[in-house]
Protein backbone atom coordinates (compact mmCIF):
# COMPACT_ATOMS: atom_id res chain seq x y z
CA UNK A 1 0.00 0.00 0.00
CA UNK A 2 0.93 3.82 -1.31
CA UNK A 3 1.66 5.80 1.91
CA UNK A 4 0.37 9.00 1.14
CA UNK A 5 1.87 11.87 3.52
CA UNK A 6 -0.59 15.01 4.52
CA UNK A 7 0.83 18.00 6.30
CA UNK A 8 -1.81 19.23 9.10
CA UNK A 9 -1.60 21.91 11.27
CA UNK A 10 -3.47 22.76 15.30
CA UNK A 11 -3.14 25.02 17.56
CA UNK A 12 -2.19 24.10 21.02
CA UNK A 13 -5.47 23.02 22.47
CA UNK A 14 -7.12 20.21 23.90
CA UNK A 15 -9.79 20.05 20.94
CA UNK A 16 -6.84 19.26 18.46
CA UNK A 17 -6.44 15.55 20.71
CA UNK A 18 -8.07 13.66 17.28
CA UNK A 19 -5.52 14.50 15.39
CA UNK A 20 -2.89 13.85 17.13
CA UNK A 21 -3.92 10.52 18.79
CA UNK A 22 -4.69 9.83 14.88
CA UNK A 23 -0.78 9.81 14.87
CA UNK A 24 0.22 9.19 17.97
CA UNK A 25 -1.58 5.73 18.51
CA UNK A 26 -1.20 4.83 14.80
CA UNK A 27 -4.76 5.36 13.38
CA UNK A 28 -3.73 7.53 10.57
CA UNK A 29 -0.73 5.05 9.92
CA UNK A 30 -3.35 2.01 9.08
CA UNK A 31 -4.72 4.06 6.72
CA UNK A 32 -2.12 4.25 4.70
CA UNK A 33 -1.58 8.33 5.87
CA UNK A 34 1.89 9.75 7.06
CA UNK A 35 0.71 12.48 9.33
CA UNK A 36 2.70 15.29 9.30
CA UNK A 37 1.50 17.35 12.63
CA UNK A 38 2.48 21.15 12.88
CA UNK A 39 2.18 23.39 15.75
CA UNK A 40 0.76 26.83 14.49
CA UNK A 41 0.69 30.71 16.69
CA UNK A 42 -2.40 32.02 15.72
CA UNK A 43 -5.57 30.87 14.22
CA UNK A 44 -4.80 33.58 11.07
CA UNK A 45 -1.74 31.86 10.17
CA UNK A 46 -3.13 28.19 9.92
CA UNK A 47 -6.08 29.66 7.84
CA UNK A 48 -3.47 31.09 5.47
CA UNK A 49 -1.08 28.13 5.40
CA UNK A 50 -3.96 26.24 4.56
CA UNK A 51 -5.22 28.64 1.53
CA UNK A 52 -1.39 28.33 0.35
CA UNK A 53 -1.38 24.77 0.42
CA UNK A 54 1.60 24.49 2.54
CA UNK A 55 -0.60 22.46 4.72
CA UNK A 56 -3.83 19.76 3.14
CA UNK A 57 -5.82 20.26 6.16
CA UNK A 58 -6.37 22.00 9.21
CA UNK A 59 -7.75 22.26 13.12
CA UNK A 60 -10.23 25.22 12.49
CA UNK A 61 -12.09 27.33 14.19
CA UNK A 62 -15.23 26.68 12.49
CA UNK A 63 -16.48 30.32 12.49
CA UNK A 64 -13.17 31.41 10.96
CA UNK A 65 -13.52 28.19 8.03
CA UNK A 66 -17.36 30.17 7.36
CA UNK A 67 -15.57 33.96 7.41
CA UNK A 68 -12.72 32.60 5.03
CA UNK A 69 -15.59 31.27 2.42
CA UNK A 70 -17.46 34.44 2.75
CA UNK A 71 -14.21 36.23 2.19
CA UNK A 72 -14.99 38.19 5.28
CA UNK A 73 -11.66 39.39 7.48
CA UNK A 74 -9.77 40.19 4.79
CA UNK A 75 -8.98 36.53 3.06
CA UNK A 76 -10.95 35.00 0.14
CA UNK A 77 -10.38 30.90 0.74
CA UNK A 78 -13.30 28.51 0.16
CA UNK A 79 -12.85 25.96 2.75
CA UNK A 80 -14.92 22.91 3.36
CA UNK A 81 -15.39 20.86 6.80
CA UNK A 82 -16.06 17.24 6.01
CA UNK A 83 -15.63 16.16 9.95
CA UNK A 84 -15.91 18.48 13.04
CA UNK A 85 -13.22 17.84 15.44
CA UNK A 86 -15.17 18.13 18.78
CA UNK A 87 -17.77 20.19 20.85
CA UNK A 88 -17.74 21.96 23.64
CA UNK A 89 -14.78 22.60 26.13
CA UNK A 90 -14.38 26.70 26.53
CA UNK A 91 -14.81 28.50 28.89
CA UNK A 92 -14.81 32.68 30.19
CA UNK A 93 -11.69 33.37 32.84
CA UNK A 94 -11.57 36.93 34.60
CA UNK A 95 -8.59 38.39 36.41
CA UNK A 96 -8.58 37.47 40.12
CA UNK A 97 -9.19 41.25 40.47
CA UNK A 98 -11.90 41.52 38.46
CA UNK A 99 -13.45 38.28 39.43
CA UNK A 100 -13.18 39.84 43.55
CA UNK A 101 -15.14 42.65 42.07
CA UNK A 102 -17.76 40.50 40.28
CA UNK A 103 -18.12 38.70 43.30
CA UNK A 104 -18.67 41.75 45.29
CA UNK A 105 -21.25 42.85 43.22
CA UNK A 106 -23.46 39.64 42.78
CA UNK A 107 -26.90 40.29 43.53
CA UNK A 108 -27.62 36.33 43.03
CA UNK A 109 -25.69 32.97 42.43
CA UNK A 110 -22.69 34.27 40.35
CA UNK A 111 -22.84 30.67 38.57
CA UNK A 112 -25.55 31.35 37.05
CA UNK A 113 -25.38 33.32 33.88
CA UNK A 114 -27.76 35.98 34.40
CA UNK A 115 -26.70 37.01 37.25
CA UNK A 116 -22.66 37.20 36.86
CA UNK A 117 -23.72 39.34 33.79
CA UNK A 118 -25.85 41.82 35.99
CA UNK A 119 -23.02 42.26 37.97
CA UNK A 120 -20.76 42.84 35.29
CA UNK A 121 -23.22 45.20 34.37
CA UNK A 122 -22.70 46.86 37.60
CA UNK A 123 -19.15 46.81 37.06
CA UNK A 124 -18.81 48.35 33.83
CA UNK A 125 -21.07 51.09 35.30
CA UNK A 126 -19.12 51.78 38.25
CA UNK A 127 -16.07 52.08 36.40
CA UNK A 128 -17.62 54.45 33.89
CA UNK A 129 -18.78 56.33 36.08
CA UNK A 130 -15.59 56.62 38.24
CA UNK A 131 -13.85 57.86 34.71
CA UNK A 132 -12.09 54.50 34.40
CA UNK A 133 -11.40 53.01 30.78
CA UNK A 134 -13.79 50.05 30.26
CA UNK A 135 -12.65 46.33 30.79
CA UNK A 136 -11.11 44.40 27.78
CA UNK A 137 -12.15 41.04 27.14
CA UNK A 138 -9.81 38.88 24.92
CA UNK A 139 -11.18 35.71 22.55
CA UNK A 140 -8.73 33.91 20.20
CA UNK A 141 -9.99 35.02 16.99
CA UNK A 142 -11.91 37.33 14.93
CA UNK A 143 -14.40 34.46 14.19
CA UNK A 144 -14.56 32.55 16.49
CA UNK A 145 -17.42 30.55 18.97
CA UNK A 146 -15.95 32.36 22.04
CA UNK A 147 -16.76 35.87 20.66
CA UNK A 148 -20.52 34.81 20.02
CA UNK A 149 -20.63 33.12 23.26
CA UNK A 150 -18.92 36.41 25.27
CA UNK A 151 -21.50 38.35 23.08
CA UNK A 152 -24.42 35.91 24.21
CA UNK A 153 -23.35 36.43 27.81
CA UNK A 154 -22.71 40.55 27.76
CA UNK A 155 -26.28 40.74 26.37
CA UNK A 156 -27.73 39.14 29.64
CA UNK A 157 -26.92 42.31 31.00
CA UNK A 158 -27.38 44.13 28.81
CA UNK A 159 -23.70 44.96 27.42
CA UNK A 160 -22.34 44.96 24.32
CA UNK A 161 -18.76 43.46 23.20
CA UNK A 162 -17.04 46.38 21.43
CA UNK A 163 -19.21 49.24 23.31
CA UNK A 164 -19.53 48.74 26.48
CA UNK A 165 -16.41 46.34 26.65
CA UNK A 166 -13.64 46.71 24.99
CA UNK A 167 -12.37 43.51 22.68
CA UNK A 168 -8.94 42.34 21.34
CA UNK A 169 -7.65 39.14 19.49
CA UNK A 170 -5.43 37.02 21.90
CA UNK A 171 -4.37 33.65 20.35
CA UNK A 172 -4.66 30.60 23.15
CA UNK A 173 -1.42 30.26 24.42
CA UNK A 174 -0.72 33.59 24.66
CA UNK A 175 -4.19 34.22 27.40
CA UNK A 176 -2.36 33.63 30.41
CA UNK A 177 0.43 35.91 30.01
CA UNK A 178 -1.85 38.89 28.72
CA UNK A 179 -4.20 38.08 31.82
CA UNK A 180 -1.50 38.09 34.41
CA UNK A 181 0.11 41.11 33.03
CA UNK A 182 -3.00 43.54 33.12
CA UNK A 183 -3.27 43.29 29.26
CA UNK A 184 -6.86 41.99 29.40
CA UNK A 185 -9.27 41.68 31.98
CA UNK A 186 -10.83 38.16 30.89
CA UNK A 187 -11.01 35.80 27.87
CA UNK A 188 -12.90 33.06 26.43
CA UNK A 189 -11.13 30.21 24.92
CA UNK A 190 -10.83 26.62 24.58
CA UNK A 191 -9.39 24.28 27.15
CA UNK A 192 -6.84 24.16 28.64
CA UNK A 193 -5.95 28.07 28.38
CA UNK A 194 -8.80 28.83 31.56
CA UNK A 195 -7.40 25.79 33.86
CA UNK A 196 -3.79 26.90 32.91
CA UNK A 197 -4.64 30.71 33.81
CA UNK A 198 -6.46 29.32 37.22
CA UNK A 199 -3.03 27.03 37.87
CA UNK A 200 -0.84 30.04 37.53
CA UNK A 201 -3.02 31.81 40.31
CA UNK A 202 -3.80 34.96 37.80
CA UNK A 203 -7.54 33.85 36.70
CA UNK A 204 -10.65 32.74 37.78
CA UNK A 205 -13.43 30.57 35.98
CA UNK A 206 -16.84 32.20 35.68
CA UNK A 207 -18.57 30.21 33.45
CA UNK A 208 -18.05 27.15 31.14
CA UNK A 209 -19.60 27.26 27.58
CA UNK A 210 -21.87 24.83 28.33
CA UNK A 211 -23.16 26.79 31.12
CA UNK A 212 -24.28 29.36 27.70
CA UNK A 213 -24.99 26.85 24.96
CA UNK A 214 -24.63 22.66 25.39
CA UNK A 215 -23.04 20.72 22.61
CA UNK A 216 -21.75 24.26 21.11
CA UNK A 217 -20.30 24.41 17.92
CA UNK A 218 -16.34 24.77 18.12
CA UNK A 219 -13.38 22.81 16.06
CA UNK A 220 -13.67 21.31 12.52
CA UNK A 221 -11.42 19.65 10.45
CA UNK A 222 -10.76 22.00 7.69
CA UNK A 223 -9.32 21.59 3.71
CA UNK A 224 -9.62 23.94 1.19
CA UNK A 225 -13.18 23.26 -0.68
CA UNK A 226 -11.34 22.54 -4.04
CA UNK A 227 -9.28 19.78 -2.57
CA UNK A 228 -12.25 17.80 -0.79
CA UNK A 229 -13.47 17.39 -4.30
CA UNK A 230 -10.11 16.57 -5.78
CA UNK A 231 -8.82 14.52 -3.58
CA UNK A 232 -11.36 12.18 -2.10
CA UNK A 233 -8.86 9.61 -1.00
CA UNK A 234 -7.17 11.73 1.02
CA UNK A 235 -10.23 13.62 2.75
CA UNK A 236 -11.80 9.89 3.17
CA UNK A 237 -8.52 8.29 4.58
CA UNK A 238 -7.92 11.30 7.29
CA UNK A 239 -11.47 11.12 8.49
CA UNK A 240 -11.47 6.99 8.56
CA UNK A 241 -8.20 8.01 11.24
CA UNK A 242 -10.21 10.48 13.17
CA UNK A 243 -13.03 8.47 13.27
CA UNK A 244 -10.78 5.68 14.51
CA UNK A 245 -9.14 7.96 17.16
CA UNK A 246 -12.55 9.45 18.39
CA UNK A 247 -13.54 5.69 19.84
CA UNK A 248 -10.42 5.54 21.13
CA UNK A 249 -10.67 8.77 22.72
CA UNK A 250 -14.51 8.18 24.30
CA UNK A 251 -12.83 5.79 26.52
CA UNK A 252 -12.05 6.93 29.88
CA UNK A 253 -9.55 4.29 30.86
CA UNK A 254 -7.59 5.80 27.75
CA UNK A 255 -7.65 9.27 29.66
CA UNK A 256 -4.28 9.52 31.08
CA UNK A 257 -2.35 8.69 28.15
CA UNK A 258 -4.47 11.05 26.09
CA UNK A 259 -3.13 13.42 28.44
CA UNK A 260 0.31 12.57 28.19
CA UNK A 261 -0.13 12.53 24.04
CA UNK A 262 -1.01 15.67 24.29
CA UNK A 263 1.16 17.26 27.31
CA UNK A 264 4.14 16.76 24.96
CA UNK A 265 6.30 20.01 24.22
CA UNK A 266 5.26 19.91 20.39
CA UNK A 267 1.94 19.65 21.21
CA UNK A 268 0.42 21.66 24.16
CA UNK A 269 3.44 21.57 26.93
CA UNK A 270 1.61 21.45 29.65
CA UNK A 271 1.83 19.51 32.59
CA UNK A 272 0.11 15.64 31.94
CA UNK A 273 -2.04 15.68 35.04
CA UNK A 274 -3.76 19.51 34.13
CA UNK A 275 -4.71 17.97 30.77
CA UNK A 276 -5.91 14.58 32.41
CA UNK A 277 -8.48 16.53 34.73
CA UNK A 278 -10.00 18.75 31.91
CA UNK A 279 -10.42 15.32 30.22
CA UNK A 280 -12.47 13.63 33.50
CA UNK A 281 -14.41 17.22 33.11
CA UNK A 282 -12.99 18.62 36.57
CA UNK A 283 -12.57 21.76 36.15
CA UNK A 284 -10.07 23.87 38.90
CA UNK A 285 -11.85 27.21 39.40
CA UNK A 286 -9.92 29.66 40.94
CA UNK A 287 -10.67 32.19 43.75
CA UNK A 288 -10.53 29.53 46.76
CA UNK A 289 -13.39 27.83 44.71
CA UNK A 290 -13.31 23.92 45.13
CA UNK A 291 -13.32 22.40 41.53
CA UNK A 292 -16.28 21.97 39.12
CA UNK A 293 -17.37 18.76 37.87
CA UNK A 294 -19.24 18.64 34.37
CA UNK A 295 -19.90 15.15 32.77
CA UNK A 296 -18.84 15.95 28.89
CA UNK A 297 -16.77 19.17 29.18
CA UNK A 298 -15.41 18.79 25.89
CA UNK A 299 -17.15 16.04 23.69
CA UNK A 300 -14.85 13.92 21.32
CA UNK A 301 -17.71 11.33 20.24
CA UNK A 302 -18.87 10.12 17.18
CA UNK A 303 -21.96 12.86 16.78
CA UNK A 304 -19.85 15.36 18.25
CA UNK A 305 -17.76 14.67 14.73
CA UNK A 306 -21.23 14.82 12.60
CA UNK A 307 -20.92 18.57 10.64
CA UNK A 308 -24.33 20.14 11.16
CA UNK A 309 -25.33 22.58 8.59
CA UNK A 310 -27.47 24.45 11.39
CA UNK A 311 -24.55 25.09 13.17
CA UNK A 312 -23.95 27.29 10.40
CA UNK A 313 -26.96 29.79 11.14
CA UNK A 314 -25.88 29.65 14.69
CA UNK A 315 -22.44 31.53 13.66
CA UNK A 316 -24.15 33.92 11.17
CA UNK A 317 -26.31 34.78 14.29
CA UNK A 318 -23.17 35.41 16.03
CA UNK A 319 -22.08 37.16 13.21
CA UNK A 320 -24.58 39.74 13.31
CA UNK A 321 -24.94 40.00 17.53
CA UNK A 322 -20.82 40.77 16.65
CA UNK A 323 -22.11 43.40 14.15
CA UNK A 324 -19.75 41.63 11.49
CA UNK A 325 -22.11 40.66 8.79
CA UNK A 326 -25.49 41.19 7.82
CA UNK A 327 -27.15 37.38 6.76
CA UNK A 328 -28.86 37.08 3.29
CA UNK A 329 -30.24 33.64 2.05
CA UNK A 330 -27.15 33.90 -0.36
CA UNK A 331 -24.35 34.50 2.50
CA UNK A 332 -26.70 31.42 4.75
CA UNK A 333 -26.32 29.30 1.61
CA UNK A 334 -22.54 29.82 1.45
CA UNK A 335 -22.46 29.20 4.91
CA UNK A 336 -24.25 26.30 5.56
CA UNK A 337 -22.44 24.88 2.27
CA UNK A 338 -19.10 24.55 4.18
CA UNK A 339 -20.15 21.86 6.74
CA UNK A 340 -20.23 18.01 4.31
CA UNK A 341 -22.49 16.28 6.45
CA UNK A 342 -22.31 13.59 3.32
CA UNK A 343 -19.20 13.49 3.43
CA UNK A 344 -18.91 12.26 6.44
CA UNK A 345 -21.74 10.25 6.26
CA UNK A 346 -19.79 8.48 3.57
CA UNK A 347 -16.85 7.70 5.55
CA UNK A 348 -19.37 6.74 8.57
CA UNK A 349 -20.69 3.73 6.16
CA UNK A 350 -17.13 2.61 4.96
CA UNK A 351 -16.14 1.94 8.09
CA UNK A 352 -19.67 1.45 9.78
CA UNK A 353 -17.66 -1.38 11.99
CA UNK A 354 -16.35 1.29 14.14
CA UNK A 355 -17.64 0.74 17.72
CA UNK A 356 -20.08 3.64 19.08
CA UNK A 357 -18.87 4.63 22.30
Known amino acids: MTTLHLRVGFMPLVDCALLVLAKDEGFAEAEGLHLELVREVSWSNLRD ?8 AAHMLGPAAIAATLGIGGVK ?22 FEELSRLDEGDLGDTAASARALAALVARRRAAGLPPLTFAA ?16 K ?45 VGAMVHASVDLRRNCHDKVLAWRADDVQRRPAAVAKLGAA ?18 QHLSAPDRLALPTPLIERILHGELIQGADRPPRQIDHFIRFDR ?20 GQIVATPQIRDIARGVFLPAHFEGILSAHSILPKY
Open 49 to 56: KLNVRLFD
Open 77 to 98: APMAAPLALNRDGAAITLSLRR
Open 140 to 155: VFGFSTHIYLLCEWLE
Open 157 to 201: GGLKLGEDVRFEVVPPPQTVEALASGRIDGFCAGAPWNSAAVAAG
Open 242 to 259: ILKASAWACRPENFSRMA
Open 303 to 322: EALRPDQDDADWVLAGMERA
